[in-house]
């Protein structure tokens, strides 16, 4: 949507002087400061919202939704960390606890052999056991399998972590996963930034300066990446900006961010389990406004095994460009945390088909949002 139709449907709107004073930076490419994005998250009307979202998508990449074809791959579910959040961790000897072999792993990239995959994405917990050198000979054998596909892997925790255990720093740890063939980072583990709310939330792992740097260093030796935020437990809408305002200005530095993903807390056997989750309107809204504050990150996903199907396809009304990949039911992050979707995947079809269905160009994209023409 032009900016000279947005103007003229808020001509005829009732909406406050701060709304159209907002609007008005918003439509002629201003950015809009913490404290008026603390205002739309607190007082902006959704329809004013999702009208800014969808003008500052549209400028960004027009009617296109992205998707990509992708397998996850995740290692173990035992981790030295205890966040209160998440359901997955196991410890050793539970039942349901997993650490699978370099074998067994690269026995599930076979799998996917004569495939279109274009990513394998990797993260897990934080085994005591596993180290930098394993995850080094993974995804160069990896490679040996399937040459062609893009690796996405380790969260910035699972890299400090790995570092640090080999005595390397993190630009050397991560030189090292570069040069066996590591191509970019995915967002996880940055949670939220407030260091008070972290430390309720998940006292033990990297701070969140520490997750900022490691991204920087990535960006710096050519590995780009994506960012998340943790939302919907008991952070504040302020909390919210201030972890937006660290990533647009390390983006304003590096320009390495390629997307940014708003993972909704899912409240199913973990230790918040006694906080509700957020309405969806809630989550809609949390969308618009990461939109327009982030003036800079090309790209906002919606990750639809988190989300399900239909409320990832209502997002796309909100400001959301991209709706990840296919997963072939690969991920058990999210099953365990009460997600509807039991066995996650989606055919490129069904993809295309939602995408479609909400008035928008389906585009299947690689790793790095380069379009994949199959016509
Ligand atoms: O860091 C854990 C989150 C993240 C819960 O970069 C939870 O393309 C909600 O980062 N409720 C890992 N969220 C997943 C992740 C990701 C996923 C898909 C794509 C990409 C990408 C990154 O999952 C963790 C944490 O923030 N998480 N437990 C929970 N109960
Ligand atoms: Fe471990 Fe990640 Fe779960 Fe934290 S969120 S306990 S780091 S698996």
Redesign the pocket.
Same mark, same amino acid.
């Given at each position: 949507m032009k900016a000279k139709r947005v103007k003229e449907i808020l001509d005829k709107a009732f909406i406050s002087v701060k709304e159209r004073e907002i609007a008005n930076k918003v439509l002629e490419n201003k950015r809009i400061t913490p404290e008026e994005g603390v205002f739309l998250f607190e007082e902006a009307d959704l329809s004013l919202l999702s009208l800014l979202a969808i003008f500052v998508k549209e400028k960004n990449n027009g009617k296109n939704v992205f998707y990509n074809k992708n397998i996850h791959i995740e290692p173990t579910n035992i981790c030295v960390y205890n966040?209160k959040?998440?359901?997955?961790k196991r410890r050793f000897g539970d039942e349901d606890a997993w650490d699978y072999s370099i074998e067994e792993m690269l026995e599930l990239a076979q799998k996917y052999k004569d495939t279109d995959i274009t990513e394998v994405?990797i993260?897990g917990g934080v085994h005591p056991h596993y180290n930098l050198l394993n995850y080094c000979t993974l995804i160069k054998k990896l490679k040996n399998i399937l040459p062609n596909v893009h690796v996405?892997a380790f969260?910035a %925790?699972e890299i400090d972590f790995m570092s640090k255990k080999a005595r390397l720093s993190n630009e050397e740890g991560l030189k090292r996963l570069k040069n066996c063939g590591l191509d970019s980072?995915?967002?996880?583990?940055?949670?939220i930034f407030d260091p008070e709310i972290r430390q309720q939330v998940c006292d033990e792992k990297s701070t969140g300066r520490l997750w900022l740097d490691i991204h920087k260093t990535a960006h710096n030796i050519g590995l780009p990446?994506?960012a998340?935020i943790?939302y919907g437990h008991i952070e504040t809408y302020k909390h919210r900006i201030d972890h937006l305002s660290k990533i647009r200005e390390l983006q304003d530095e590096t320009g390495g961010f390629n997307?940014f993903?708003p993972?909704?807390?899912?409240?199913?056997g973990?230790k918040?389990s006694h906080i509700p989750e957020i309405p969806i309107i809630e989550d809609m809204r949390n969308f618009a406004v990461t939109r327009i504050f982030l003036d800079n990150i090309p790209h906002l996903?919606a990750?639809w %095994?988190?989300l399900g199907k239909k409320y990832a396809q209502m997002s796309l009304a909100y400001g959301v460009d991209d709706l990840?990949g296919t997963i072939d039911d690969s991920t058990k992050?999210?099953s365990m945390?009460?997600v509807e979707e039991d066995s996650p995947r989606m055919t490129a079809s069904e993809m295309v088909e939602i995408i479609k269905n909400a008035n928008f160009i389906p585009v299947e994209r690689d790793s790095v949002y380069n379009e994949i023409n199959n016509q």
């Open positions: 966040c959040f998440c359901s997955f994405h993260t996405k969260t %925790v980072l995915p967002g996880g583990g940055a949670e990446s994506n998340t943790l997307a993903i993972l909704k807390f899912r409240n199913k973990n918040l996903k990750y %095994v988190m990840d992050i999210y945390a009460g």
